[in-house]
């Protein structure tokens, strides 16, 4: 696990460069219930306990929120609701981790990403392909999901 663990620290490190997490003991709680909640005011995030085969794609996918999240609140000065932030944190998550590096990394069993959004990923993977700048593709990113 150390080894899968160093591999995604790295990758991140590549899009969001010295960029530091925030500071907090990121605590991961196994679950009864088949969905995966963060909660980013204690960095707390669960797990479906029977999740075996995709814990990595699931902690990779709940670590990112919050650098993501924190990204957003330090760095990008536009606002956005909620449900925005929401969408667009999935949908970066959903490009970033389906990206052959971090695939490697994580061995996603299935495929990623809300059917709901599939259209923004279309769009925004392009987007993300053309720049692989965090703010600019952020920048993009907000004009283009409603």
Excluded at 17 to 35: A, D, H, M, V
Excluded at 51 to 80: Q, T
Excluded at 109 to 123: D, F, T, V
């Amino acid at each position: 696990m150390k080894k899968v663990e160093k591999c995604f620290f790295q990758e991140v490190k590549t899009i969001f460069g010295n960029f530091r997490w925030p500071k907090g003991k990121y605590i991961c709680y196994l679950s009864i219930f088949n969905c995966n909640p963060r909660f980013l005011h204690d960095k707390t995030f669960q797990i479906f306990y029977k999740s075996e085969k995709d814990a990595k794609r699931i902690i990779a996918h709940e670590l990112l929120h919050f650098i993501f999240y924190y990204f957003l609140e330090k760095k990008i000065k536009i606002k956005l609701s909620k449900e925005k932030k929401w969408i667009l944190s999935e949908v970066f998550n959903t490009i970033v981790l389906n990206q052959d590096n971090f695939r490697k990394i994580i061995s996603p069993s299935k495929e990623l990403g809300y059917p709901a959004h599939r259209e923004y990923i279309q769009i925004l993977t392009n987007e993300w392909k053309k720049c692989k700048n965090i703010s600019s593709w952020i920048n993009k990113a907000v004009k283009i999901i409603h």
